[in-house]
């Protein structure tokens, strides 16, 4: 039994009886075809079942027809090593490649790790292999220079996610700021004075965002923000449960805590019963991201949802166009968060 052969471009130009050029030009949106060559190619491939290749595609000339993802190599690799997963990989993926899906696009996703000497020569490395249209940058290497310089020197448009700053290429963010002022403020709302947050990591731009957003709205109620409960962290459990025990030791321990990522809130939720504090009795817990995990924590926790899927497919989606336009890469697109109440948080006793 003879394996079924796949039908090529050459196959199309015979059936159409045209050049592969042609149908090269036809399926890549080209210059230079009558609506009537159009259509005579388009019932060749639609005869023949054919599925352009993106060697194919690629033949039009100026497009790869692939997107690429960049994304930090320590803490993604982190996440799946302890199995706990890594929830805006799989928001940045769903968002993205399926907006790349509609654009006959694909999507291609490299790690780099941000803290390495050799970041650029990965970075380059990936480019020179692959020859993308556009490249998403995620934090931190969203507002890493050298990264959006070596993009502009191989003349990449790009865009830049959750970076709010002024720059080069499209920046696609959520107000950190005024997320953590909404969370803060909901939490003063509900009767709490002693409010404690965990930040960010370092190296985020965001977790200054975050950091101010809380300042802010503490202060705008004519308080002030006790240094002692001003936590630092990482993004990890353990940073969240190392906060806890250091805020359950106060003499005025707080009865709220914001957290600015989903796994220190679970490390502070985790690590209050054992510290004598149940939630939301003694202490409400607010998080950022809202991944699975926190709905199905008891209790379940409230939380600012990004809008990381939907931050993502709008890159793409400015990436595909700037590319088919011969645009410039330089705007600012801002999405609106949410935040869902749940049973962490409620009144002080």
């Given amino acids: 039994m003879h394996k ?25 949106d080209g210059p230079n075809v009558t609506l ?26 100026s497009r790869s027809y692939l997107i690429l993802a960049f994304n930090d190599r320590r803490p993604t690799l982190d996440g ?9 990989v799989d928001q940045m993926l769903y968002g993205g490649m399926l907006k790349c899906a509609e654009h006959g696009y694909r999507m291609l996703f490299e790690l780099v790790d941000s803290h390495s000497d050799a970041l650029e020569v990965q970075v380059q490395a ?22 959006t310089q070596l993009l502009h020197r191989n003349g990449l448009i790009f865009a830049r996610l959750g970076s709010r700053r002024e720059g080069e290429g499209f920046a696609v963010y959520m107000d950190d700021e005024a997320a953590a002022r909404a969370a803060t403020k909901y939490l003063l709302d509900q009767g709490h004075t002693r409010i404690a947050y965990v930040e960010g990591h370092p190296e985020y731009a965001i977790s ?53 990522s989903d796994e220190m809130a679970l490390g502070c939720l985790h690590a209050a019963a054992p510290l004598g504090l149940s939630v939301p009795g003694d202490l409400s817990i607010v998080s950022f991201d809202d991944t699975p995990t926190v709905r199905m924590s008891v209790p379940s926790l409230t939380a600012i949802r990004q809008p990381i899927a939907a931050m993502t497919a709008r890159a793409a989606e400015l990436l595909i166009e700037a590319k088919a336009k011969a645009l410039e ?12 109440v749940r049973d962490s948080t409620a009144p002080p006793r």
Avoid: C
């Fill in 4 to 28: 079924k052969r796949a039908i090529t471009i050459k196959d199309v130009a015979a059936e159409a009886g045209v050049s592969f050029q042609t149908v090269s030009r036809v399926i890549n």
């Fill in 36 to 61: 009537a060559m159009r259509e005579r190619v388009m019932n060749a491939v639609n005869k023949l079942g054919y599925v352009p290749s993106l060697a194919a595609r690629r033949l039009g000339g």
């Fill in 80 to 88: 799946w090593e302890s199995r706990r997963g890594n929830d805006w």
């Fill in 126 to 147: 990936a480019l020179s292999a692959l020859h993308p249209d556009g490249v998403i940058l995620t934090p931190p290497h969203s507002d890493d220079e050298r990264i």
């Fill in 208 to 260: 200054g965002d975050r950091l101010r957003g809380f300042r802010g709205a503490i202060e705008s109620r004519g308080l002030a923000v006790r240094p002692e409960y001003l936590q630092p962290g990482d993004f990890t459990y353990e940073a969240g449960t190392r906060a806890m025990a250091a805020l359950a030791r106060l003499d005025k321990p707080p009865t709220a805590v914001l957290a600015s």
């Fill in 329 to 340: 890469g330089n705007s600012r697109h801002l999405l609106p968060f949410e935040f869902i």
